[in-house]
């Protein structure tokens, strides 16, 4: 089972668009998904479900649950003020340690209004992981100008953009 992690907690975002979008490619690939969406997050998980709180949040727990039921995950990834979001962050606080995302697998896709496609925030979020002990598959997708790029229907624009999570999604099944 692949989970596609929403990496905002924004309603409507674009990161959840792209998530829709790979869905569709996993489909067509004949892979198991399912969604987590940060949205769902309890409003206040951030004093209620970590440090001395944690394992206690019945809500937060069972999002974590979904996460424990999959082997892989695509984590979707906008850049916010030069790296990834802070819910985002505090989600992985949030989960078990040393257990949580440790011995997955994990593919990451950067979205951006700028020409860096959020490279430093997978930089960032790829070091966390891998101190996690979760695996990172090298070929990140990086989507720049996303503005652009990504279509109110859900589809991309670039041809390119298509063809580098459609390699991304092949190369994380063959991980």
């Known amino acids: 089972m692949i989970t596609l992690l929403i990496g905002t907690n924004r309603p409507g975002s ?13 489909t067509e690939l004949g892979a198991a998904f399912q969604l987590l969406d940060l949205t769902v997050l309890p409003a206040d998980f951030t004093t209620s479900a970590l440090y001395h709180n944690a394992g206690k949040h019945a809500d937060f727990n069972a999002l974590a649950a979904h996460l424990n039921a999959s082997d892989k995950l695509v984590i979707f990834v906008p850049e916010y003020n030069g790296s990834f979001p802070g819910v985002l962050k505090a989600f992985i ?15 990451l896709v950067g979205l951006s209004d700028g020409g860096q ?7 960032h979020l790829t070091d966390i992981l891998m101190y996690l002990g979760t695996a990172v598959l090298p070929q990140r997708v990086r989507l720049p100008f996303i503005g652009k790029d990504l279509q109110a229907d859900g ?19 063959a991980f």
């Open 93 to 107: 606080d949030g989960l078990p340690y040393p257990g949580g995302l440790r011995g997955k697998k994990a593919a």
């Open 117 to 123: 496609g959020a490279g430093p925030a997978l930089s």
């Open 155 to 173: 589809t991309l624009a670039n041809p390119l953009s298509n063809q580098l999570l459609r390699e991304q999604a092949a190369a994380l099944l």
């Open 14 to 26: 674009r990161a959840g668009q792209l998530a829709r979008r790979y869905a569709t490619i996993l």
